[in-house]
Each structure stands twice: as C-alpha cells, then as structure tokens.
C-alpha cells in the first residue's frame, strides 16, 4: 500500500467515539434503574428463533457483567475508538464499531447465548487498528499487530466472541485501505 493510505489525520476531538460512549453509558445507566431494559436488550437463547433481530445489536448498549465490565469496556472503547478515528472516516468507524457487534454477538448467539457488553463492537475496532499497524513500515508496530491477529485466531479457536469480531473488523480494515490505494 502507498503510504498515503498510512498518515494520520490531524489530531480532532473524537467525536463519534465520545458520542457513541455517551450513548452506551445511558443505556447502561438506566439499566440500573429500570432493569427489565437489560433484559430487553441482552443476548438471550432463542431470541434469534423468535425473530427477536434488534438482538443483534442492542447488547452492546447494556452491559450484564457488572462494574467490572464497565470499567473495562469504556475506557477500551474510548482509546481504540479515537485512534480508529484518526486513521478511518467516522464513517467507516461506525462500519467497523457495527460489524464487529454484529459479527460478535453471532457468534454470542452460537458459543455464549446470554450476555451483553459493548467489547465485541470494540474488538471490530481493534481489528481496524491491528491492519492499520500491519501496513506501517515500523517492525514493532507490525509485530505487534501480528500478535493481535493471531490472538484473535486463538480466541476463534477457544470460541471466545472477541476472536471473530476482531477479524471481521481486520478484514473490514483490509478493505477500506486497500480502497485508498
């Protein structure tokens, strides 16, 4: 790839990653105060059977692992999502942010049917990322991205829901920077 597909843009304020976790830590507040919301929202078994499709993305606005899990997912949401915006469009950043839910909580449906938490949209962004390393002339950054691809390899094999959206957003990644050239 030509290295004009690689720079930065100048630094701006993330907007759609402040956006998005606003948004979520909404619908995880409330869900606190009202909780038959994450029961509506979360993952549950046969919900796809039942034609029940919102399933696939509203997990990601709830979040059924507690503090712990929120303190996780929010701040990893903030940090890969402002770099995914400085190196795709906000456009491009919702695609990954969406493919990677959709891609995560499928593969939830498949290997863990109950459960909610925004860290499988987050791994669609980490994907993005991981490609962005490997087109960098820089062995580290390289490495590090490989690292991270094969994790993700890993976790699909261990059937963690983290794998596939991870590699569903490298490959997503791999698309719009090839589009660039």
Excluded at 30 to 44: H, K
Aim: net charge positive; hydrophobic share 50%; glycine share 12%.
């Amino acid at each position: 790839m030509r290295n004009s597909v690689l720079p930065a843009k100048p630094p701006r304020w993330p907007l759609l990653t402040i956006s998005i976790v606003v948004i979520t830590g909404i619908f995880t507040s409330v869900q606190f105060i009202y909780p038959p919301l994450l029961f509506a929202l979360r993952r549950t078994p046969g919900a796809l059977s039942q034609h029940e499709w919102w399933r696939l993305i509203t997990p990601i606005l709830v979040h059924d692992g507690g503090w712990r899990q929120i303190a996780f997912n929010f701040p990893a949401t903030l940090i890969a999502g402002a770099i995914v915006e400085r190196f795709y469009t906000r456009g491009e950043w919702l695609g990954l942010y969406l493919l990677g839910a959709v891609v995560g909580e499928l593969a939830g449906f498949a290997w863990q049917p109950d459960g909610a938490g925004n860290s499988v949209a987050g791994a669609g962004l980490l994907g993005g990322i991981a490609v962005w390393l490997l087109c960098l002339k820089l062995m580290p950054a390289r490495v590090g991205a490989s690292i991270l691809l094969g994790g993700a390899l890993v976790l699909t094999l261990l059937r963690d829901l983290h794998g596939p959206p991870l590699l569903a957003g490298a490959c997503a990644g791999a698309i719009l920077l090839r589009r660039r050239m």
